[in-house]
């Protein structure tokens, strides 16, 4: 069975960093496409991150170019987020997702990705 588990979140000050880690379990997170999305209260989940399962293909959203880094270590089985210079507005639920379909690409459409973690909360604030 197919399970996400988020852990890194919290209250982190403005211009703080934080790492989101996802474990992932019953599957092979190496072969599968890796992503993070967000959502903030009221508003639709949005593409922050994510990398194709061939390794061709990394985007991140413009809002967190420079600031936000995703990795994968394929011996531990988890993916990670790094967050530098967190702004106000990055606070979110933060959700990790895998797509066994993604080979060359990835992509900002939720409907692509098959497996979703719980989510975590980022709170960014003085």
């Known amino acids: 069975q197919l399970q996400l588990v988020e852990s890194g979140g919290g209250l982190v000050q403005p211009g703080g960093s934080l790492k989101l880690s996802c474990a992932a379990s019953?599957?092979?997170?190496?072969?599968?496409?890796i992503g993070w999305f967000r959502q903030a209260p009221g508003k639709e989940h949005e593409g922050v991150s994510c990398?194709?399962?061939?390794?061709?293909?990394?985007m991140y959203e413009d809002f967190v170019k420079g600031r936000f880094s995703i990795s994968r270590d394929n011996a531990k089985n988890t993916m990670y987020l790094q967050m530098n210079n967190l702004k106000p507005e990055d606070t979110a639920v933060y959700y990790c997702?895998?797509?066994?379909?993604?080979?060359?690409?990835?992509?900002?459409?939720?409907?692509?990705?098959?497996?979703w973690g719980q989510g975590i909360q980022v709170t960014v604030s003085s």
């Open positions: 990398i194709s399962s061939s390794g061709t293909s990394t």
């Open positions: 997702v895998v797509s066994a379909h993604l080979k060359d690409v990835c992509s900002w459409y939720v409907q692509e990705y098959d497996g």
């Open positions: 019953g599957f092979t997170l190496e072969k599968y496409a």
